[in-house]
C-alpha cells in the first residue's frame, strides 16, 4: 500500500519527504570541566560545569558524603575553633594501635584517632611550652614523619604561629623541642662553637630530605637542617634567598623523586612567595667534592604562590605546585615547555588563576591526595557567604569537577579513608552517600541514682538485680541534664544472665517500649514531650538480671541527599548554520537507591541557564518508583542499569544537557539520548 502511495504522488512529480525527526547521543562528560576550549568546537565528552558529579572512568560518579568522626575539638568558645590541619600518623610498628590521627585548631592538637569522638583529647601535655598564638595562621600547618638513628618514630608538625612540636610514637601528647646549648637541644654554633638557642618558637615549616631534618624560620629567605637522622643538635644555615630574583620569604621545602635519565633520584624544592622554583640535586649539603656537589639544578619563576605552606604535593613522578599560574608541574618545567602549555589544571585554569589571586593572602589553601577514591583535590578558602569549593581531578583521567557544600579546612587520608576538618572542632570522614550525617549527643544516662533498693547491685557499669522484689522495682538515677522537648532520643540498653521475668526502662513522663524478656540488646526512639529529669531501669516482680551498657543519646541527624548540577558541552549535530528543536531527553545512568533529577535542553551557549530545583528524595528510606513526567522522575532499586525520557522544548542552533538534581546512592550518569528536529538557515 505504502509503494502505490508513493507511486501516485510521483505521478504529479512530489516527493515524499524524509523523517524529520534525528537523534544524537551525548557521552558522560568524563573529559570533565572545560574552560579552555571554545564553546562552539568543545568535544561531547566535556563539560561547561559539573558540582558533585565526579568524572569517572565509567561516567559521572557523584561522590560519596561526609558524616561526623569527631566533635568539641574546643577548649575555649571564645576562639576560633575550625579544625584545620589533619594529621595522620603511621607507626612503624605492625601494632596498628600505636598509629594515630591527629586534628589541630587555632588552640593545639586533638587526638580523634577513635570514631565517634564525643570529647577528644587535648594532645599538648601540660608541661609542654604553652601554645599560646590562636589567630591565622594558627592551625594551618604542615608535618613529617621522621626516625632516627634509635630506630624512635617522630611526627613534627608546625605552623606559622605556634612554631615546631613533636610527637614520638607511643607517647601521651605533643611537646616542643628543647631549645639550648646542650648536645641534645637545638642550637646554632660559629666557627669557635659559640653556642646560641634555637628559636624553636619560630619554625613556621619542617620537612625531611634525605635523613635529615630541615626547618624555615618565620619571615625568612634560608632554612637550616640537622645532621643525619637526628632530632635534636647543632642546625646550620642553607642560603636560598640570595637565589630568589623574585623575593619574598622562603615558603617551602618538598621532596620530589625523578628518574633524570641517570636513574632515581630525590630532590629538593625550594619554592619562594614571590614565584621562584630552585631544583637542587645532591645527597649532603656541606659536600664541597666536584664529585658530590649540592647545587642548584634549575630555577624557574611560577607566578606567586598562596601565603600557604601546603601548596605541593607529589603525584607520581611529578611535583605538583600552586601558584597565580595554577597548578604547575615540575616535570612539563624541567622540559623547557611552557607553564601554561600543558598544565595539569589547562582545563580549569581560568577558574584555578583567578581563585588564587583573589585569594592568594590566606593560609587555607592545601593540595592533596585521596589514593582510596582517585582523587586529588584542591582546598580554596572560604569566604563570606559563599558555599564551600573545592577543585577535585580524577588521577586516573586528570579530568576536573567541583564538589560543593563540603565544610572543608584542611584534610588528609588515614588508613584508607579520607578525613576532614571543619567549622567548631568537628572533624569528617567521607563516606556514605548523604551530606552532614551527624553524631548521636553525649550519654545522659548516669549512675547518679536516687534511692538504691535492696535488691540492686551495681559493679561498675553493670547494674544487678538479685530478683529478691516482691514487686515491680526501679532503679532511678538522675539524669546529667533535663531533656530538650520535641527532640528525638534513643535509650538503649543491653540485658545479660537474665533468669527470669520482664525488664524495660522509664523516662518520666515520656511512652516507652513494652516490658521484654531475654537476654540482648534493647533500643528504643522517642520524641520528649517534656523536660524530664529522671530514668529508671525496671524489672517486674519476677526479674532476675543484669543491664548494661546503659545509654539515653540525642540521635543523630541522618544527613541530606547529596546535590549535583552539570551542564555539557554544547554540540550542534545539524550544524551550526541550522535551528534545532529538542523534543525528548533519556537520561542513562546506573544506581542503587534513590535520585531525583531535572533535565533541559539549554541552547546556544546559555551558560548561566538556571535549571529549576526538583523534589528531595529520602535519607531514611527509598521511595517509591515514579513514572516519568516530563522532566522529573524518581530512581530506585538495586543497582543497575535506568533510562528515562523527559521532555523538552526551546529552538536555538546548538544545545547542551543540563542536569540537576540529589541522590542519596552513588549514581553514575552514562550518557543522554537526544531527539531533535531541525529546520534551515533561520
Known sequence: ?????????????????????????????????????????????????????????????????????????????????????????????????FNRLFAVTSEGIWDVTNSGELNPTLAILPNAAAWTLNDDPAGYGVSCEFTNDANQHYMFYADGLNGLWQYVQNTSGWVQPVSGTADTEWYTADSSDNRTAFPVQDIVFVMVFKQRIWVILENDSDAYYLPIASVSGQLTKFVFGAKMPHGGNLQGLYNWTLDSGIGIDDYLVAISRGGDVIIYQGDDPEAASPNTPFAARGIFFIGETPASRRIAVDYGPDLYILSTYGLVSLNILLKGEFITGESPSKKITRFLREDVESGKNSSAWQIVINPSDG?????????????????????????????????????????????????????????????????????????????????????????????????????????????????????????????????????GTETMANPSFGNGVYNHNFISTSANLQMALVGNADFQGTFEAVSLRKTGFIGTPINFRLLTSFQAPAGHSNFSRVGFIRSIGLLAGSSSITVKAVYDYDISEYISNNTPVKTKTLSTWDSAVWDLSQWDGSLEGKSFTYGASGLGRSFAVGMQGNSNTRINILGWDILFNSGGFL
Open 1 to 97: 500500500m505504502s509503494y502505490q502511495r508513493k507511486t501516485t504522488l510521483g505521478r504529479y512529480g512530489m516527493q515524499l519527504s524524509g523523517p524529520t525527526v534525528a537523534s544524537y547521543t551525548f557521552p558522560a562528560s568524563i573529559g570533565g570541566i572545560n574552560a579552555s576550549s571554545s564553546l562552539m568546537m568543545m568535544p561531547p565528552e566535556d563539560a561547561i560545569y559539573t558540582y558533585n558529579l565526579m568524572p569517572s572512568e565509567y561516567g559521572m560518579r557523584l561522590r560519596k558524603g561526609y558524616r561526623e568522626w569527631a566533635i568539641n575539638c574546643v577548649n575555649d568558645p571564645t576562639l576560633n575553633n575550625d579544625v584545620k590541619t589533619i594529621l595522620p600518623f603511621e607507626s612503624n610498628s605492625r601494632n596498628l594501635s
Open 375 to 507: 582523587f586529588l583535590q584542591i582546598i580554596t578558602p572560604k569566604s563570606g557567604s559563599e558555599k564551600y569549593l573545592q577543585y577535585n581531578m580524577n588521577t586516573q583521567t586528570q579530568a576536573w569537577g567541583f564538589w560543593e557544600g563540603v565544610p572543608i579546612l584542611g584534610s588528609n587520608s588515614f588508613a584508607g579513608e579520607y578525613y576532614m576538618g571543619g567549622k567548631d572542632g568537628v572533624v569528617y570522614i567521607y563516606d556514605g552517600a548523604a551530606d552532614g550525617v551527624t553524631l548521636p549527643g553525649p550519654n545522659k544516662f548516669q549512675n547518679s541514682p536516687v534511692v538504691v533498693p535492696a535488691e540492686w547491685t551495681v559493679v561498675g557499669n553493670d547494674f544487678i538485680c538479685d530478683g529478691t522484689q516482691t514487686a515491680e522495682t526501679q532503679y532511678l538515677v538522675d539524669l546529667v541534664d533535663p531533656l530538650e522537648i520535641g527532640v528525638e532520643y534513643i535509650v538503649s540498653y543491653s540485658i545479660k544472665t537474665n533468669v527470669a521475668g520482664e525488664h524495660s526502662v522509664s523516662i
